[in-house]
């Protein structure tokens, strides 16, 4: 009898340990699934986010053609995508949208002017002879004629002299970004109530350069003074326009080393930038094509100043 009872004991802890493996093996398998289930809509979703920014890419460098033909075309800018935010980044050559981790171009086919786009805005693609400037508002008429020389320098030639990064920054609001800086701080200018920074870099051998290649957010400072107008020193004929700077620089014979003769192009890359000589620094446009730059003046210069003035310079050409 007794031998009967641990007999069914023991079946009876045989029966409830292989239900336990039983419901321990159930949840194994449920939560692998849910695991594999969560894994694989998570893929998807990353698919289809990487496919809206493609798609996206790949709709700026079509726009870019369509401007690139003449044509000022607008693009509204989406939000988000997939619910996420994002950045797009104009390259010389591409768009980048970058999202997360991730980053997806498309190579727009023509010369873009670098800048950063900010998500749900729209903005305007507009051709130009430095390429496709992207702005906020239709740009007509930037690169018009100036007037006629005045008499009298612009305020905007004597912030050159002293502050040239920040007058740089002033020529890539103007041109590029299609706004008046009206305060700076530094090298922090004041833009419609937004504060900006430079994305520079320094390049060049004999006489380095610092090239505003974009502007990105900034800090507010704590302190700023009145940036004098670009505006002003344009319609005052002492500054040249990139549109200037550029047939200037293609009116003049250039060599190189070997002594061939090197055309500049109607599509080659303007920037602004300081220019570091032995004798200052000097604002200027950074005009460059292939594996040539060249930089050149950006402003004239006022004949009662005892130092000279900055006409052009280049690592690789010569005047012919």
């Given at each position: 009898m007794n031998w009967q009872r641990g007999r069914r004991g023991r079946d009876l802890t045989r029966?409830?340990?292989?239900?336990?493996?039983?419901?321990?093996l159930t949840l194994f398998l449920a939560v692998s699934l849910g695991v594999l289930f969560s894994l694989y809509h998570s893929r998807l979703a990353e698919t289809r986010l990487a496919a809206e920014a493609r798609q996206l890419a790949d709709m700026l460098a079509s726009r870019a053609?369509?401007?690139?033909?003449?044509?000022?075309?607008?693009?509204?800018?989406?939000t988000s995508l997939g619910g996420q935010q994002y950045s797009v980044e104009c390259r010389e050559n591409e768009f980048v949208v970058r999202l997360g981790r991730g980053e997806f171009s498309a190579a727009a086919g023509t010369r873009v002017v670098p800048c950063l786009?900010?998500?749900g805005t729209r903005v305007y693609l507009c051709p130009t002879e430095s390429g496709i400037l992207i702005s906020d508002r239709p740009l007509v008429g930037y690169f018009e004629e100036p007037l006629s020389i005045s008499e009298n320098r612009p305020r905007?030639?004597?912030?050159?002299?002293?502050?040239?990064?920040?007058?740089?920054?002033?020529?890539?609001?103007?041109?590029?970004?299609?706004?008046?800086?009206?305060?700076y701080s530094e090298n922090v200018l004041e833009v419609e109530g937004s504060f900006l920074e430079p994305v520079a870099e320094i390049e060049g051998e004999s006489v380095p350069a610092w090239v505003v290649k974009g502007m990105r957010q900034a800090p507010t400072p704590s302190a700023l003074k009145d940036l004098p107008s670009v505006m002003e020193a344009e319609n005052s004929g002492w500054l040249l326009s990139p549109r200037q700077a550029l047939r200037?620089?293609?009116?003049?014979?250039?060599?190189?080393?070997?002594?061939?003769?090197?055309t500049v192009p109607e599509n080659a890359s303007i920037l602004p930038c300081v220019v570091h000589t032995s004798v200052g620094r000097f604002v200027a446009w950074r005009v460059s094509w292939e594996n040539y730059t060249i930089y050149t003046r950006a402003l004239l210069?006022?004949?009662k100043e005892n130092l000279t003035g900055f006409v052009y310079s280049s690592d690789k050409l010569r005047l012919g």
């Open positions: 029966g409830v340990t292989l239900l336990q493996a039983s419901l321990l053609s369509l401007a690139s033909l003449g044509n000022i075309v607008p693009v509204d800018l989406p786009l900010e998500a905007f030639y004597d912030l050159s002299k002293i502050h040239p990064e920040v007058a740089a920054c002033a020529l890539w609001c103007r041109f590029w970004l299609g706004k008046e800086a009206t305060r200037e620089v293609k009116e003049r014979e250039w060599r190189d080393v070997e002594n061939s003769i090197v210069w006022w004949w």
